[in-house]
């Protein structure tokens, strides 16, 4: 049974976190590299993944090169711009000398609130929060252990 679609609330947009993550081996055993970076729309994510594989198409073996530009100019893409639109995660992957290449795409909600609504911040860095001891004027705090 399909989950019930959620409408959004006016403050509330729908953005797309993308991801390429490239493996050291095809058995994705240790990552090389790593890019991420939200787009406003599932045609931008969907571009964003197109421009990336066609920069790599003329180095692909033959038969990752078919199943790449398959997906690029087919498809593929129309499917994935689909699957955003129905607030689903999609993605695609191929092998590039010796090595694997996955992009995906996961929608998330950005909630715009006004400025004055924020709560505030804590600091980030431990010497921040904690305030620096200001000597006192009548010396060191002495007590008389007995």
Known sequence: MP???ITPMPHVSRAYWCEQVTYRSMDADGIVNV???PVASPADAVRGI???VRALDSTLAPMERHRALSWVDGAGCVGAIATLHRGEPCGFSLSYRGRWIEWT???FFVFRVARESLLPLLP???CAAA???TPSPAGPDV????
């Open 3 to 5: 989950s019930p679609a």
């Open 35 to 37: 890019s991420r970076r």
């Open 50 to 52: 197109r421009t990336a």
């Open 105 to 107: 795409v996961r929608p």
């Open 124 to 126: 980030t860095s431990p």
């Open 131 to 133: 305030p620096t001891p």
């Open 143 to 146: 007590r008389d252990p007995g």
